[in-house]
């Protein structure tokens, strides 16, 4: 079989954002400019009252995409969820701000847009800031009704900002060629290799010969695929915090994963995992990141509706 080139390993942009110029290096820089921070009694986009604080419209709630730390007001540009893009901005409550946008009351509809648009937000502010990313969907009548469930929670926010305090995410995903995988699990077990040279010799029944070697194939993909994904999680152990398995997807899929990385270790997880590409020429490898650490941190609300 031919080599595949490392190239089968793919790093994917966390967002669909402006395009910026490559670099020479081997990772691409993601990070945008900082937030602009609001002076006092200036006015953003949104509706503000004279001291800066945004103002309760009619009909429109506060859409919360993340929580930050944040000791002054910030604004992030025309970026959040609608038809022509909300400006987002904070709702705070002492060192913490929840990331907001304005966002007519009631049900929003996961639409591929909305979807997006949320993933975009989060992702925009994690270049400067670590999030708490909540779940799609969370919005709260006003601006007070923010700030109070940011009191509320305050030390579980806290706590939970300290354990993420410069750490994102990445996604890795393994497949494999299944049917080769089964040709090479032929050749090398004697008993399944002369079991199928016996069903194909066969001319009467052979359903229990073929449930036998059936039986013979499972164990043996699933053996590989153990000790390649034991092999993957632990050399990736020391270049990441935790990591989170989930379920495969198809046939083909035998890791489903998730590590969240240290930004001064980022670098280094990359190497890694393109080290890894390159040794299993077999095996392709779909990587993605950074990302907000969607999959360690899950905050759900039971909120009523607006």
């Known amino acids: 079989m031919a080599k595949k080139s490392p190239a089968a390993v793919r790093r994917k942009a966390a967002s669909p954002a402006p395009k910026a110029k490559p670099k020479p290096a081997a990772l691409q820089s993601t990070r945008q400019a900082p937030a602009q921070r609001l002076r006092p009694g200036a006015r953003s986009a949104t509706s503000r009252g004279a001291n800066g604080t945004a103002v309760d419209q009619p009909g ?3 859409y919360v995409y993340c929580i930050v730390r944040a000791d002054q007001a910030l ?3 025309s970026i959040g969820i609608g038809e022509e893009p909300a400006p987002v901005y904070t709702v705070r409550c002492d060192d913490l701000a929840a990331i907001v946008s304005d966002t007519p009351l009631g049900v929003l509809d996961p639409t591929r847009d909305n979807v997006l648009a949320h993933q975009r937000v989060n992702e925009t502010v994690m270049r400067e800031h670590t999030v708490l990313p909540m779940s ?6 006003t601006s ?13 926010f806290s706590d939970v900002l300290d354990k993420m305090e410069n750490k994102l995410e990445f996604g890795l995903k393994v497949l494999w060629d299944r049917e080769a995988v089964i040709r090479e699990i032929e050749e090398e077990d004697d008993d399944i290799r002369r079991l199928k040279n016996e ?3 066969q ?9 036998q070697y059936g039986r013979l ?7 590989k695929s153990e000790r390649y994904v034991s092999e ?10 935790a990591a989170r398995a989930n379920k495969p997807i198809g046939d083909r899929m035998i890791l489903n994963a998730a590590f969240l990385v240290s930004r001064d270790t980022e670098e280094a997880f990359d190497a890694r995992v393109k080290a890894l590409g390159a040794h299993h020429d077999k095996l392709t490898f779909k990587y993605t990141g950074p990302w907000p650490p969607y999959n360690f941190v899950n905050i759900r609300l039971k909120l009523e509706r607006a």
């Open 144 to 156: 007070d009704d923010v700030t109070a469930f940011l009191k509320s929670a305050y030390r579980a």
């Open 199 to 201: 069903i194909a010799a």
């Open 136 to 141: 799609f969907g969370t919005m709260f009548k």
């Open 217 to 223: 194939i499972d164990a043996g993909l699933q053996g």
């Open 75 to 77: 604004s992030f540009g």
């Open 60 to 62: 429109k709630g506060r």
């Open 203 to 211: 001319k009467g029944s052979t359903y229990f010969a073929r449930m």
């Open 232 to 241: 993957i999680f632990d050399r990736l152990r020391d270049v990441s915090v």
